[in-house]
């Protein structure tokens, strides 16, 4: 059996563990598991604690979680929002295949801020120095992985939606005042 699980099943993985420590918060599907709001504040709160205060959320305020969370990731996050609050409210089983597509935005631009998105049982994988040097030598301010067919401007649009991608070689997120993210090969 395979210890790490793909597509929708590897998503709703990632989900309970981020979200594992919230009160209120059990996502045992991609549907339902979302419609009170607190699940997209819980993992908004675990990456950006400073953007949400998850302790004053109510469970039953499920318009005003969904707007919240909505709007912080737009703002904050650059993640357009794709739900409406008021449908949420609205139905006891919201659609599973915008949830996902939702979520999936922030996994994407969230996965690699903590070990989230890795198996217990398997560690990450880090480029040496020398790795990292002889490929920034190559010339090209390419980030690692870049694919080759899809055009530079993709990765330097002024669109939020674009900008926060795993390509992108402007990405510097700040973790904390002890650590840093870098993508790019001329930071020290």
Request: glycine letters at 4%; proline letters at 6%.
């Amino acid at each position: 059996m395979p210890v790490e699980r793909r597509g929708i099943r590897a998503l709703q993985i990632w989900c309970r563990r981020v979200t594992e420590e919230y009160e209120n918060v059990n996502i045992m599907d991609m549907s339902s598991s979302w419609r009170d709001g607190l699940g997209f504040c819980a993992i908004i709160h675990h990456f950006r604690p400073n953007l949400i205060d998850y302790d004053k959320l109510k469970v039953e305020d499920i318009l005003e979680n969904n707007k919240l969370a909505y709007t912080v990731a737009e703002e904050q996050l650059g993640i357009p929002s794709l739900l409406d609050p008021q449908d949420m409210v609205e139905c006891e089983e919201p659609d599973k295949f915008s949830i996902v597509t939702y979520v999936s935005q922030f996994y994407h631009l969230l996965k690699d801020e903590d070990n989230s998105c890795c198996s217990p049982s398997l560690t990450r994988v880090r480029i040496s120095d020398s790795e990292q040097d002889s490929l920034c030598s190559s010339g090209e301010n390419t980030p690692v992985g870049t694919p080759k067919s899809v055009p530079r401007s993709v990765f330097t649009s002024s669109n939020p939606v674009l900008r926060n991608n795993k390509f992108s070689p402007e990405l510097s997120v700040s973790l904390n005042d002890s650590t840093h993210l870098k993508t790019s090969c001329n930071s020290g």
